[in-house]
């Protein structure tokens, strides 16, 4: 017989009295059991049961279902909803809005606005599909709200995470009830996968395998698996989208069937606000829904920040209302997550927000990316992290933690610049945690510690935990094992010649010691000083940009340190858009001497931009198109030709030199890379031989002769300005110099100390390579022996294109970002200016011939012009201030060292 009701808890709240009469209209309808009340109403027996429960408020959907199934009037009904709804407390745990974290299955019901891309993911007969998109624009929503909560199969899902084959066996378990040690040694087999699971599998995060998974083996071990599921749906960052094309296997799987997931169109966008609301029987103020539209339409990361300031609206909703003046309240879409986190990070006692910072730090990679943390690792105040929780700031699941989505990092200044002052010591502490989990899962097997060079290097103060220190502790005890018979030797005469030293030096520098040590003291003082006013600064930059600005040179003048010169760099660079492509970019190239633009696309097209042609918009001309992405571009050195190859194969030749362009030849040949010799056009094919063309504004080019460099494949290739030396990037990544004067007999060189993908000759004899994380310029004044001048670092982002001019570098990454770096003093480069506008990843970038210029081109198929301020940072930023710091600001900042304003006057 069907279980009685539990009864409801004394008091005469409003809502208890709702749930009252609830029954009571249940037995009045002749107490139909919830199970054929069910039936009627079209919702779970278990929801219905709980609308009367009397412990929290049904949704408006519920109780109207509910009041229709025991034949009784909706309208009443609604009333009183409205009623008890507005008198009822506000609480966070009602909200139809999931803040910062991400839309689980169990949300589906208020998940609106991706309606397309879901029925487009449903329908897909695909077996292997990609679903693509920048941080923050939905796609972890998307899969789980949207495809797996509207798939009726079981739906195996997980992320890589450090291991791909135990997060893959824990979620089998979960799925299954197996055990997941014994999954996790069936399933070093990949094909073990497949069997089983027969069903839909879904690898969120997929970006994962590139950012915490350390080993090429379970990379491969993933691709494996999956490449034999039945039908599979990966979730990959934009930015990452490149790391996908690494593996062959992959790229294959991904060829029939892609999903962009771009920013929301304004309808989707409208539902996405306020259907949420309606289902909980709650409204927008149209004055807000204004407000919403124009702060986020068009914007593809926005969603995790708008989902969060609704969230903190609806806790200072009017009634069942969202007003405008409530948003406001919270900071809107911009602050309101920044808000939040300060306000909780404040609400910590001193030691509490010490251990806040170090468990967020444990969050992060030094790429600016999430990462997932056991709470074994964490060694964390438990009362800590559920405040954190509470806050939507992080994310509790199983037994690990993560931060609740990567806008955190972008938005909450503070989170962003503790990343910006220790990110050398975060990817110290990731290097250290993996090889510490390395030698644990050895069983401590001393070949697994550190020595040498990675033990020295593990920087001082990395706040460590007990599991590293212990790995720590034995690699330093182990080193000392090795060296103690040497030092043994030694002791004692290096004990006689460290007390005659000794006895030198107190003799020859007591009184110098004396004057000095003052003076050191006061260096040593104020280069802290200098150190903390750099971090203030960056942390002010987005609430106080003149301020920031000028503690930032103020800290340079004081202390010239390289910390503080980097903070002197243009962040407000004016830019503008010189036209919206059809198609992604995928190459680009800057005239030597015109002002011209030439862009290569995804979708085949060649693209002249005329950057003198004022006032914008600038015209855009189509030079060509080839039936594939194109691949590579080229100029020669007049600036009058250029040359295009696809995957097509196909080069094509078109004259730019009157300003419109005019296609001249298609070469009968394949190529995988191009470049000039002069007016000499180079091409290369899978063979890796060189053909050489000329007479290319004649009707029919003519092959001058073809060459082997005995390289194998070529994947770039660059000549001298002289056109006598070649630098040949093979498929594997390195960098050859050829020596081509007599081209039927070239001449290998010399090979580059530097792994590389791309290379480019400027200037008499420099040469730039571009590796995973840093450019490198050397001098090939002498080919047999290049000297490496410059590294320049990526800044974090995988480098997907670089630029070099006579003095500067541009650097392009796959995290949107462009930096630009002054080559004056090529032993110490200097960042000039950061360039941020671009929605994903940058594909490509070029230097307008006097270097003030640079043009970029994205994913995002923008291709944008910047205008850069090359003056003394000092004069570019006191022309700049509006306000002059005031003697009370400088002792905020400097302390009582003495007033020396940057900007006077």
Not at 416 to 427: G, L, P
Not at 632 to 646: C, I, K, W, Y
Not at 851 to 876: H, I, S
Request: hydrophobic letters at 45%; aromatic letters at 4%.
């Amino acid at each position: 017989m069907p279980r009685r009701e539990r009864p409801l808890d004394q008091g005469e709240s409003g809502l208890l009295q709702f749930a009252a009469d609830l029954r009571r209209l249940r037995e009045r309808a002749g107490s139909p059991t919830y199970r054929e009340l069910s039936r009627r109403a079209h919702y779970s027996a278990a929801a219905l049961s709980e609308a009367a429960g009397g412990r929290k408020l049904p949704s408006l959907a519920v109780t109207k279902a509910y009041v229709k199934a025991c034949d009784a009037d909706p309208e009443e009904w609604v009333r009183r909803w409205h009623e008890v709804a507005e008198s009822a407390p506000h609480g966070a745990n009602d909200s139809p809005y999931v803040g910062l974290a991400m839309f689980q299955p169990g949300d589906a019901p208020k998940f609106f606005g991706r309606e397309r891309l879901t029925a487009e993911l449903l329908a897909t007969t695909n077996r292997f599909t990609g679903v693509f998109g920048p941080s923050g624009v939905g796609k972890s929503s998307l899969l789980r709200a949207g495809l797996i909560a509207r798939t009726r199969e079981p739906v195996l899902l997980f992320t890589p995470g450090a291991n791909p084959v135990e997060e893959c066996a824990v979620a089998l378990a979960l799925l299954t009830g197996a055990d997941a040690v014994e999954l996790a040694e069936e399933l070093a087999d990949p094909a073990a996968l497949h069997r089983k699971h027969e069903h839909l599998v879904v690898v969120d995060q997929f970006e994962e395998l590139f950012t915490l998974c350390r080993t090429e083996e379970l990379r491969a071990w993933l691709i494996a698996a999956l490449k034999d599921c039945a039908k599979v749906v990966i979730g990959v960052r934009a930015d990452y989208y490149g790391h996908c094309a690494h593996y062959p296997e992959l790229v294959e799987m991904l060829k029939s069937s892609q999903v962009m997931v771009g920013a929301m169109t304004p309808d989707e966008l409208r539902l996405a606000i306020t259907e949420p609301a309606a289902v909980a029987g709650a409204k927008i103020e149209t004055s807000l829904l204004a407000r919403l539209m124009a702060d986020a339409v068009g914007q593809a990361a926005v969603l995790p920040l708008l989902s969060h300031a609704l969230a903190e609206t609806w806790l200072h909703r009017r009634g069942m209302t969202l007003t405008l003046s409530a948003y406001e309240e919270v900071g809107g879409v911009e602050h309101a997550v920044a808000r939040t986190a300060q306000e909780v990070f404040d609400s910590l006692t001193p030691a509490q927000q010490a251990q806040a910072k170090r468990i967020l730090l444990r969050l992060v990679t030094a790429e600016d990316t999430k990462r997932r943390a056991h709470k074994d690792e964490l060694e964390a105040d438990e009362d800590v992290v559920r405040e954190l929780a509470a806050a939507r700031l992080v994310v509790i699941d199983r037994d690990g933690v993560e931060l609740a989505h990567e806008a955190l990092i972008r938005s909450w200044p503070a989170l962003h610049a503790w990343i910006e002052e220790d990110r050398e010591n975060i990817k110290a502490q990731r290097e250290l945690t993996h090889a510490t989990q390395t030698w644990e899962s050895l069983d401590r097997d001393p070949g697994a510690l550190f020595r040498g060079r990675r033990l020295v290097n593990v920087p001082p103060g990395l706040a460590l935990n007990s599991r590293e220190r212990a790995f720590l502790a034995a690699s330093l005890a182990a080193e000392e094992e090795v060296s103690t018979s040497a030092r043994r030797r030694t002791r004692r005469q290096r004990q006689l010649l460290a007390a005659l030293a000794t006895l030198i030096v107190v003799a020859a520098s007591s009184t110098v010691f004396a004057l000095q040590a003052g003076r050191t003291a006061a260096e040593q003082r104020a280069a802290a000083v200098v150190l903390k006013a750099v971090g203030e600064a960056a942390a002010l930059r987005s609430t106080n940009p003149d301020l920031a600005q000028q503690v930032a040179l103020g800290a340079y003048q004081l202390v010239p340190l390289s910390q503080a010169r980097n903070g002197l760099r243009q962040e407000d660079v004016p830019t503008q858009v010189l036209w919206n492509a059809q198609a992604e970019v995928t190459a680009l190239v800057v005239g030597p001497t015109q002002q011209q633009v030439v862009t290569g696309h995804r979708d085949g097209t060649v693209e002249l931009t005329d950057l003198d042609d004022l006032p914008s918009p600038r015209t855009s001309h189509e030079a060509t198109r080839h039936s594939g992405a194109v691949t590579a571009l080229a100029m020669d050195s007049t600036g009058g030709l250029v040359a295009s190859a696809g995957d097509d194969g196909a080069v094509r030749v078109v004259d730019v030199s009157l300003g419109k362009p005019r296609e001249l030849a298609v070469l009968p040949a394949r190529a995988t890379a191009i470049a000039w010799q002069g007016t000499t056009l180079v091409t290369t094919d899978h063979d890796g031989a060189l053909s050489f063309w000329t007479d290319l504004r004649r009707e029919h080019p003519r092959l001058l002769l073809s060459t082997q460099l005995d390289l194998g494949p070529l994947a770039g290739m660059a000549f001298r300005e002289d056109g006598h030396i070649l630098a040949a990037t093979t498929t594997g990544r390195s960098v050859h110099l050829v020596d081509v004067s007599d081209p039927r007999s070239p001449t290998l060189v010399s090979l580059t100390k530097e792994f590389a993908g791309s290379a480019q000759f400027a200037g008499q004899n420099l040469l730039l390579t571009t590796a995973t994380t840093a450019v490198h310029v050397w001098d090939t004044t002498d080919p047999r022996d290049p000297v490496l001048r410059a590294e320049i670092p990526s800044g974090g982002g995988a480098i997907t294109s670089a630029w070099l001019g006579t003095d500067s570098v541009a650097v392009a990454t796959d995290d949107g970002l462009v930096r630009l770096w002054q080559l004056k003093d090529q032993q110490d480069p200097v960042e000039q200016a950061l360039l941020r506008a671009h929605v994903g990843p940058v594909a490509a970038v070029g230097l307008t011939p006097k270097g003030d210029e640079v043009v970029t081109g994205g994913a995002d198929k923008a291709v944008r012009l910047w205008n850069v301020d090359l003056r003394d940072p000092a004069v570019r930023i006191c022309e700049q201030v509006i306000r002059k710091m005031t003697r009370e600001e400088w002792e905020r900042y400097f302390g009582d060292l003495d007033f020396a304003p940057p900007c006077r006057g």
